[in-house]
C-alpha cells in the first residue's frame, strides 16, 4: 500500500514538474486542427499548420514558449474570452459581431470561402443555393452567413469541415460551404467533387485576442509586422499553399 | 445580420434598466441577447424538440432490446438442460451485442451509424438515426440492468409459476418481470437520466439538439456565460422532473411491500 | 394391487448433478386418494424426487407416467400436466406483487380459462375452508407463514389438481404455526386427494399417511404401513434414522 502512494505521489509530482518547471514562459494559443492547411494534426500527431507556424515565429519573436491547444471552433472566442487560452489562430476571420467580444489582431492572411459541390451537381452558381442542404463547419463564417441567408433548416452543422464533405460524399447535403484552402484538399482528396468558381465570401484571417490585454495584442501585431517585413510570413503560407 | 451592441441598446432601453448598475445592465443585457432578441428563445425550444424526441425514442427502443436481450440471456443462463440451438445462437448475438456495445464509444457509434452505415438524407432520416443509435447503446445497458433485476427474483417464485402449469413465457411476464421492474427502477432511472444528457453528442450527425442551439446562440452572441447557465439549467430541470416522477412510481408499486 | 388404480408410475429414476448422483434408480406406485409420506435424512434426495414429479428437476434417466401418459417425454407439453398437479414448496413462494386473491386466481384464469367472477368466487370459497377469507384483498407480506402456507396450499388447489406434492411444506414456519398447516394437509387427505409429502414431521406420517416411503443415499430403502415403518422398520439404515428422530 505504501508502495502505491509512494508511485502516485512520484506520478503527481512528475506531472507537476511538466506543466510548470520549464524555465520560459508560455503563451497559450487555440487552434480546431481540422482544418487543413492552416491548422491540422500531423502524421506524427502534432499540430502543424500556416497558423501553427506563424504562431511560433510569433512567440520566439516574442520570447515565449508556444503551447497549443486543440478545442472546438465554437469554443475558441469565448476561450480567448475567459482566458483560457491567450489567443486564437485558426483561420478565424474577422466579423463585426467577433469584434464585439474580442479583438483582432493585423491580417496575416485572406480567406476565401467556397462551394464544394458534386461533379455533375445542378448547383451551379450561387443563386442555386436557394433551397439546397448546405453543410459548414459549425461556427464558422461559413455556418454564420448561411444561416443567416438561407435559414437554419437548411444548414447542417458539421463539428469538422471533413465530416461535412463525407456527409457531401454521402449525399446527405448538396453542398458545402467552406474556407479556400481546405476545400482544395478536400476536393483532392475524394473523387468526384468540384469547387464553384464563383467564391461565397472574401475575408480576412487574424488572431482573436481578449479585448483588456492590448499589451499582447500590440505586442503581436509589432511581431507580426517584422516577419511580414523578413519575407518569414510568405515563406510559412507559401510552404504550405504552394502557388498556383 | 443587425448586430446588437450594448452601447446602442442600452442607450433606447426603458429609463429603469438605465438605473441598474452595470453589471446587472450587463447581465439583462445578456439576457436579452440570448432569449428575446430576434427571438431566439426559439433556439432553446427547437433544440429541447429534438431533445426530447431523441430522448423518448431512444429510451423505448433501448428498454424493447434490453429486454429482449435480458430474457434471451437469463433463458440460456438458467435452462435446465442444454439449451436448443436457436437458443445459443440468440445468446451467442447477444453477447456479441452487448461486447461491442459496450466496448465503443457512444460517439463513435453515431459517427459510424450517422456517416457509414445510416447515412440519412433528410432530416426526419437523421433524428431517426440518433433514435436508432442512442436506442441500440442504451438497449446494451437496460439488458445488463435487467438481467441483474431478473436474477434478483428468487428462483422459488418462477418455480411456483411453472409449478401451477404457466409456461415460461407467462412465469416472466406475470411473476418475474413485474417484480424485477420494481427493483431496477433505481438504475433503469439514472440510465434514463444518463441518456438524456448523452443525446447532446447527436450534434455530431448535425442534428440541433438543445446544446447545440445554446451553441448557436454563444455563437451569434459570442456570450458563453448565459447561454450556457440556461442550458445547465434546463437539464438540471428536466432531470429534477425525472427524479420526481420516478419516485412516485417507486412509491406506487411499493404498496404491496408494507 | 390393481394397476388401474395407479396414477402415478415411477420407473428407475436417476438424477444427477454433474458427477453427484442424487437419485439412484427409483421405482415407485402411487394409487388414486394415497398420501404417501417421504422421510430420509438431508441429503437424501427426497426433494428431489419429489420436484422431479412435475419436473422442475428433469430427470437424468428413467421414466415417469401420470396415469397412462409418460411425462418424462419430451414431446409432451409439460405445462399441461403441471396443472394436474399442485406443488406446495418449503419456502411458500406466494407472489409478493399480487393480492392473495389475484395470487389465486391468476393461473385458473390464464390457464383454464375461467371467467374472473368465477375464479373469485372459488378463490374466495377456497379460503373459508382455511379460515382465511377475510385476508382475500391482503399482500402475502401481511400474512404470518403459517397462514401463508395456507394460501399456498389453496393456491394450488384452485386448479383442480388431481396430486398434491409437498416440499416439506412446515420446515420454514415457526412451531406454533406448524399445526394450523398440518390441520389443512389432513383434512385435504381426508378429502381423498393423493398426496406426496416430504416431511420430517413424524406424527403427521404416523397419523395421516397410508404408506410412508425412506429414501437414503438415493434409493428407497423402505415401503410400508405406517405401523410396520414406525414399529418394526426392517433396513438397519431406517433403524438408525429413527433412533436418532423419535
Known amino acids: ?244 | 445580420m443587425t448586430i446588437l451592441n450594448f452601447t446602442d441598446w442600452i442607450a433606447n432601453a426603458p429609463a429603469w434598466l438605465q438605473a441598474l448598475p452595470d453589471w446587472l445592465q450587463n447581465f439583462v443585457f445578456q439576457l436579452y441577447q440570448t432569449f428575446i432578441y430576434q427571438n431566439r428563445w426559439k433556439f432553446f425550444t427547437d433544440g429541447l424538440k429534438i431533445t426530447f424526441i431523441v430522448t423518448i425514442g431512444a429510451l423505448i427502443l433501448g428498454v424493447i432490446i434490453g429486454l429482449l436481450i435480458a430474457i434471451v440471456r437469463t433463458a440460456h443462463d438458467s435452462s435446465v438442460k442444454k439449451p436448443f440451438f436457436l437458443l445459443r445462437f440468440l445468446n451467442w448475438f447477444c453477447n456479441l451485442y452487448l461486447t461491442v456495445i459496450r466496448g465503443t464509444p457512444m460517439m463513435v457509434q453515431l459517427l459510424i451509424m450517422g456517416f457509414v452505415i445510416m447515412a440519412p438524407k433528410t432530416e426526419a432520416g437523421t433524428i431517426a438515426c440518433g433514435i436508432i443509435t442512442l436506442g441500440i447503446n442504451s438497449g446494451a445497458y437496460v439488458a445488463e440492468i435487467v438481467r441483474s433485476g431478473l436474477m434478483s427474483i428468487s428462483v422459488g417464485q418462477s418455480e411456483a409459476g411453472r409449478s401451477l402449469g404457466l409456461s415460461y413465457a407467462q412465469t416472466m411476464w406475470h411473476i418475474v418481470i413485474p417484480q424485477a421492474f420494481k427493483n431496477i427502477l433505481p438504475a433503469l432511472g439514472n440510465e434514463m437520466i444518463t441518456l438524456l444528457k448523452d443525446t447532446s453528442l447527436v450534434s455530431v450527425i448535425a442534428l440541433r439538439d438543445v446544446t447545440k442551439q445554446a451553441q448557436n446562440i454563444a455563437n451569434k452572441t459570442y456570450q458563453a456565460f448565459v447561454p450556457y447557465i440556461s442550458l445547465a439549467l434546463i437539464y438540471l430541470v428536466l432531470v429534477i422532473v425525472m427524479t420526481k416522477l420516478l419516485s412516485i412510481l417507486e412509491r406506487r408499486l411499493r404498496k404491496s411491500d408494507h | 394391487m390393481t394397476t388401474d388404480n395407479v396414477i402415478i408410475k415411477v420407473r428407475d429414476l436417476k438424477k444427477s448433478f454433474g458427477k453427484i448422483e442424487v437419485l439412484n434408480g427409483i421405482d415407485i406406485d402411487i394409487k388414486k386418494g394415497e398420501v404417501v409420506v417421504v422421510i430420509g435424512p438431508s441429503g437424501s434426495g427426497k426433494s428431489t424426487f419429489l420436484r422431479c414429479l412435475n419436473r422442475l428437476e428433469e430427470p437424468t434417466d428413467g421414466k415417469i407416467f401420470l396415469e397412462e401418459t409418460e411425462i418424462t417425454d419430451p414431446k409432451i407439453d409439460i405445462n399441461l400436466h403441471r396443472q394436474r398437479m399442485g406443488m406446495v414448496f418449503q419456502q411458500f413462494n406466494l407472489f409478493p406483487h399480487k393480492t392473495i386473491l389475484k395470487n389465486m386466481t391468476l393461473a385458473p384464469i390464464k390457464l383454464l380459462k375461467t371467467p374472473k367472477a368465477e375464479a373469485e368466487a372459488k378463490a374466495v370459497e377456497l379460503l373459508e375452508r382455511v379460515g382465511l377469507a377475510d385476508r382475500a384483498l391482503s399482500y402475502p407480506s401481511q400474512l404470518s407463514g403459517g397462514q401463508k402456507q395456507r394460501v399456498a396450499i389453496v393456491r394450488a388447489l384452485a386448479m383442480n389438481p388431481e396430486v398434491m406434492l409437498f416440499d416439506e411444506p412446515t420446515s420454514a414456519l415457526d412451531p406454533e404455526m406448524v399445526g394450523e398447516v398440518l390441520e389443512v394437509m389432513k383434512e385435504l387427505a381426508q378429502s381423498g386427494m393423493t398426496m406426496v409429502v416430504v416431511t420430517h414431521e413424524m406424527g403427521f406420517a404416523r397419523e395421516v399417511a397410508d404408506r410412508v416411503i425412506f429414501i437414503d443415499e438415493g434409493k428407497i430403502q423402505e415401503d410400508s404401513s405406517p405401523e410396520e415403518f414406525f414399529g418394526n422398520p426392517k433396513s438397519p439404515r431406517l433403524k438408525d434414522f429413527l433412533s436418532k428422530v423419535l
Open chain 1, 1 to 244: 500500500m505504501k508502495r502505491i502512494i509512494a508511485a502516485i505521489l512520484a506520478t503527481l509530482m512528475l506531472v507537476a514538474c511538466f506543466a510548470g518547471c520549464s524555465g520560459k514562459k508560455t503563451l497559450v494559443m487555440g487552434t480546431n486542427a481540422e482544418f487543413p492547411p492552416y491548422e491540422f494534426v500531423d502524421d506524427s500527431g502534432k499540430i502543424v499548420g500556416i497558423d501553427a507556424e506563424i504562431a511560433q515565429a510569433v512567440a520566439e519573436k516574442m520570447g515565449y514558449e508556444l503551447e497549443i491547444r486543440d478545442m472546438k471552433f465554437d469554443s475558441l472566442i469565448t476561450a480567448v474570452q475567459s482566458g483560457n487560452i491567450d489567443f486564437a489562430l485558426a483561420g478565424m476571420t474577422v466579423t463585426d459581431e467577433r469584434l464585439l467580444s474580442v479583438n483582432f489582431s493585423n491580417t496575416y492572411a485572406t480567406g476565401v470561402q467556397v462551394v464544394i459541390v458534386k461533379e455533375g451537381s445542378d448547383i451551379v452558381n450561387l443563386d442555386a443555393l436557394e433551397g439546397k442542404m448546405i453543410g459548414v463547419q459549425s461556427g464558422t463564417t461559413g455556418d454564420i452567413y448561411c444561416t443567416d441567408d438561407y435559414g437554419q433548416d437548411h444548414v447542417k452543422q458539421y463539428d469538422s469541415g471533413a465530416l461535412a464533405v463525407a456527409a457531401l460524399v454521402n449525399g446527405q447535403v448538396d453542398c458545402v460551404i467552406i474556407d479556400n484552402e481546405p476545400a482544395k484538399n478536400f476536393v483532392k482528396a475524394n473523387a468526384g467533387l468540384k469547387i464553384l468558381d464563383t467564391e461565397y465570401a472574401v475575408e480576412d484571417y487574424a488572431a482573436a485576442i481578449a479585448k483588456d490585454n492590448t499589451e499582447l495584442l500590440d505586442a503581436f501585431n509589432k511581431a507580426l509586422a517584422e516577419l511580414k517585413a523578413e519575407g518569414k510570413l510568405d515563406e510559412i503560407i507559401k510552404k504550405y499553399i504552394p502557388a498556383e
